[in-house]
């Protein structure tokens, strides 16, 4: 699982260093977010897919999935692009999970969710999570892996706890620091705060310097700008028994890779 891949370079460095991982590691599926993917804010049909010519099968994403407006009938054709399940279903293109076969042929569910402190007002993830794995007309297959983009640590610790045991992992995405807590919860799930970003590593979340600072020095609006230089890759391995759903480890990937 890859967080949020940032504007060219991200996904430059997706393409150069992600099917030689997949090979090494013999990794069976792979999701990345790709909200940041074009030119830092949003996704197009063209960035997404070179994510998927690169080996990744899903892409997840967050509340910038609506900053390019062509995404919006693709969210509706393709599959393989999640937006926020938590956005409702009254006239929100797209869909907020969906199941998938990885390629030793297990199937799995990814599921797409927002938190909302500090976020748009959407509906509550936790309760819309409950109406999922509980309410389903088919039950979801035992592996499921949760992207929950959020912005507080707390509400994405207290997701991955509230999912121990009901899910295979539980992985923060949104705020672009990795962090180093990753773990296996007490009942099975798989667990990271944030995932990390895959962008630029000279820059502020993958943005540059130089159209970020203003806003903090005088409050002056700027347009953000994706920086430049070396990527640093961020993902997580886990491993997962296919018949349980219970996940049995978790490694954090991190490469430094000239672009």
Not at 141 to 170: Q, W
Not at 218 to 236: C, K, M, S
Request: charged share 20%.
């Amino acid at each position: 699982m890859i967080g949020d891949v940032i504007g060219k370079p991200g996904r430059v460095a997706v393409e150069q260093i992600l099917p030689a991982i997949r090979d090494e590691r013999r990794i069976d599926f792979v999701t990345a977010n790709g909200e940041n993917l074009a030119g830092g804010m949003g996704l197009t049909v063209s960035t997404a897919e070179a994510l998927f010519a690169a080996g990744v099968d899903v892409v997840t994403s967050g509340n910038h999935i609506w900053d390019k407006r062509e995404i919006y009938a693709f969210l509706d054709q393709s599959e393989r692009v999640l937006r926020p399940l938590n956005y409702g279903t009254h006239d929100v293109p797209g869909r907020g999970w969906g199941m998938y076969h990885a390629l030793d042929g297990s199937e799995l569910a990814v599921i797409n969710l927002q938190g909302r402190t500090y976020m748009q007002p959407i509906d509550n993830p936790f309760t819309e999570a409950d109406r999922l794995l509980d309410e389903s007309s088919e039950p979801l297959p035992p592996i499921r892996l949760v992207d929950f983009h959020c912005e507080l640590t707390s509400e994405k610790n207290a997701m991955g706890i509230y999912l121990d045991g009901r899910v295979s992992a539980v992985v923060g995405t949104h705020t672009h620091i990795v962090t180093g807590d990753e773990r296996i919860l007490n009942r099975g799930t798989a667990y990271q705060t944030d995932l990390g970003m895959t962008g630029p590593i000279d820059s502020v979340i993958g943005f540059n310097p130089a159209t970020v600072l203003p806003r903090f020095i005088n409050a002056l609006p700027t347009r953000f700008e994706v920086g430049e230089g070396p990527v640093i890759f961020n993902a997580a391995q886990i491993d997962i028994d296919p018949a349980t759903g219970r996940a049995i480890a978790i490694e954090r990937i991190q490469r430094l890779i000239e672009v």
